[in-house]
């Protein structure tokens, strides 16, 4: 079974952090508060690890 639609958050260092299927997960993501919420304590968070380099498959 494949999801028609995905939604993915990625932090600032490329690293992928979360994905969201509403068909599997609900509407959560209308909330914006706590959408707001989550991508602000993203965003205070040290780097954990370096950046990906150039090369990824």
């Known amino acids: 079974m494949f999801p ?3 939604e993915f958050v990625t932090d600032r260092f490329g690293y992928l952090r ?3 299927v509403a068909q599997f997960e609900g ?3 209308q ?3 706590a959408l707001t919420l989550q991508l602000t ?5 040290g780097e ?3 950046p990906p ?3 990824a498959h």
């Open 18 to 20: 979360a994905r969201w």
């Open 27 to 29: 509407f959560g993501w």
């Open 53 to 55: 380099g150039e090369h």
């Open 31 to 33: 909330n914006v508060g």
């Open 41 to 45: 304590q993203l965003n205070q968070e």
């Open 4 to 6: 028609q639609h995905m």
């Open 48 to 50: 954990i690890m370096p």
